[in-house]
């Protein structure tokens, strides 16, 4: 049974930084990827980024790229999200999902399962 959890968020000006957390638990292979999802009310879920475990592979949406970096801690089983120059257009519920085929290097929301419970991220000066 993987479970994955999620820890971080929290309220940070425009243009501050936020780390987040996905601790990962039951993970019996590593050829899958793990990927962060955000949702802001009213709005469907977006990807974010995601990594691929075994490689490292990374792939990032548009809207976050050269701002947010995702890595891999394998001795722990956790995914991070370091997100720096924080807009409030960020602002939302983080998740993180896997995808348990990493190497199709896939970005839709309902190719992952085992999701977290979230955590929120808001953007407010």
């Known amino acids: 049974q993987v479970r994955l959890v999620e820890s971080g968020g929290g309220l940070v000006q425009p243009g501050g930084s936020l780390r987040l957390s996905c601790a990962a638990s039951?993970?019996?292979?590593?050829?899958?990827?793990m990927g962060w999802f955000r949702q802001a009310p009213g709005k469907e879920r977006e990807f974010v980024a995601r990594?691929?475990?075994?490689?490292?592979?990374?792939y990032y949406a548009d809207s976050v790229k050269g701002r947010f970096t995702i890595s891999r801690d394998n001795t722990n089983n956790t995914v991070y999200l370091q997100m720096n120059s924080l807009k409030p257009g960020d602002t939302a519920g983080y998740f993180c999902?896997?995808?348990?085929?990493?190497?199709?290097?896939?970005?839709?929301?309902?190719?992952?399962?085992?999701w977290g419970q979230g955590t929120q991220v808001t953007v407010s000066s």
């Open positions: 990594i691929s475990w075994s490689d490292g592979i990374t």
């Open positions: 999902a896997l995808d348990r085929l990493g190497f199709m290097l896939r970005t839709d929301p309902i190719r992952y399962d085992s």
């Open positions: 039951g993970l019996t292979f590593s050829g899958y990827a």
